[in-house]
């Protein structure tokens, strides 16, 4: 398993990638998962979740929102009290920021997203990086887009703020290489799953045309034509986190079935 005997921390729990990383981390293997989100209601369905699974896996819930770093300690803090030791982080909590154009003079879009995607993902790395220091050993995900690479309507500012987020994880990971801490990121494309499908299905609805129309449309870039899904891309954010990815640093790996090859 990927991740048998880990200690997990996962950022940003929601209906998307964010609960499916839980999930999937309890199937490799975890043996403690400390999730946060800033709704306690969905920090405890996702708990009940990770347990009908039947696994062994421990589950602590920390309501945290990323942007203060005093939440960030306070998560890590109980996840050191409650397991003894921070293996594994993945930062998936995010922020659209809305939809503009750069032209467009407001700038509020572009702080929001920079405020939770950059600063909140370094606000909470730097809140495990004593812990693990003092092991000698850790990992850290940033969940990135493809939107850095590949322009799509409205997405300015969620991808100016993981563009910055990016090269964070290059510095990151060059600072905390002595320590034994590796840093790298997962770029994802659209994914299959609730948060996509409700886009899908409002613009469905609004442009007078059918789901399947619009979901040809998003998947019309991928070779052979097929969204990934949540489930895909959160098994590959955990090999990130694993030891199978040990040799791997500073680097960000494309999950988007191929829309982007360089």
Same mark, same amino acid.
């Given at each position: 398993?990927?991740?048998?005997?880990?200690?997990?921390?996962?950022?940003?729990?929601?209906?998307?990638?964010?609960?499916?990383?839980?999930?999937?981390?309890?199937?490799?293997?975890?043996?403690?998962?400390?999730?946060?989100?800033?709704?306690?209601?969905?920090?405890?369905?996702?708990?009940?979740?990770?347990?009908?699974?039947?696994?062994?896996?421990?589950?602590?819930?920390?309501? *945290?929102?990323?942007?203060?770093?005093?939440?960030? *300690?306070?998560?890590?803090?109980? *996840?050191?009290?409650?397991?003894?030791?921070?293996?594994?982080?993945?930062?998936?909590?995010?922020?659209?920021?809305?939809?503009?154009?750069?032209?467009?003079?407001?700038?509020?879009?572009?702080?929001?997203?920079?405020?939770?995607?950059?600063?909140?993902?370094?606000?909470?790395?730097?809140?495990?990086?004593?812990?693990?220091?003092?092991?000698?050993?850790?990992?850290?995900?940033?969940?990135?887009?493809?939107?850095?690479?590949?322009?799509?309507?409205?997405?300015?500012?969620?991808?100016?703020?993981?563009?910055?987020?990016?090269?964070?994880?290059?510095?990151?990971?060059?600072?905390?290489?002595?320590?034994?801490?590796?840093?790298?990121?997962?770029?994802?494309?659209?994914?299959?799953?609730?948060?996509?499908?409700?886009?899908?299905?409002?613009?469905?609805?609004?442009?007078?045309?059918?789901?399947?129309?619009?979901?040809?449309?998003?998947?019309?870039?991928?070779?052979?034509?097929?969204?990934?899904?949540?489930?895909?891309?959160?098994?590959?954010?955990?090999?990130?986190?694993?030891?199978?990815?040990?040799?791997?640093?500073?680097?960000?790996?494309?999950?988007?079935?191929?829309?982007?090859?360089?």
């Amino acid at each position: 398993m990927l991740l048998n005997d880990k200690v997990v921390m996962i950022s940003g729990i929601g209906p998307g990638l964010g609960i499916k990383l839980a999930l999937e981390a309890a199937r490799e293997g975890a043996r403690a998962l400390a999730i946060g989100a800033r709704s306690a209601e969905r920090l405890a369905d996702a708990r009940a979740r990770i347990l009908a699974l039947g696994h062994a896996c421990d589950v602590l819930c920390v309501p *945290t929102d990323i942007t203060q770093p005093e939440a960030c *300690t306070r998560f890590a803090e109980a *996840t050191l009290q409650a397991f003894g030791r921070i293996d594994a982080l993945v930062n998936s909590a995010f922020s659209h920021g809305g939809f503009q154009a750069v032209e467009e003079a407001d700038n509020a879009p572009l702080r929001e997203a920079l405020e939770v995607n950059l600063l909140g993902s370094l606000n909470m790395s730097r809140a495990v990086l004593p812990a693990m220091r003092e092991q000698g050993a850790g990992a850290i995900v940033m969940i990135n887009t493809l939107g850095v690479r590949k322009p799509y309507p409205g997405g300015a500012a969620y991808s100016a703020s993981k563009a910055a987020l990016a090269a964070s994880v290059r510095y990151l990971a060059c600072e905390q290489a002595e320590y034994g801490i590796r840093v790298n990121a997962l770029a994802c494309g659209w994914m299959w799953g609730a948060p996509v499908q409700a886009v899908v299905r409002q613009s469905a609805e609004a442009r007078g045309i059918s789901e399947a129309q619009v979901k040809g449309e998003f998947s019309a870039g991928i070779p052979g034509g097929r969204m990934r899904t949540d489930d895909e891309c959160a098994r590959a954010a955990l090999f990130l986190a694993s030891d199978y990815s040990s040799a791997i640093n500073g680097a960000q790996l494309d999950a988007n079935g191929g829309e982007v090859m360089y």
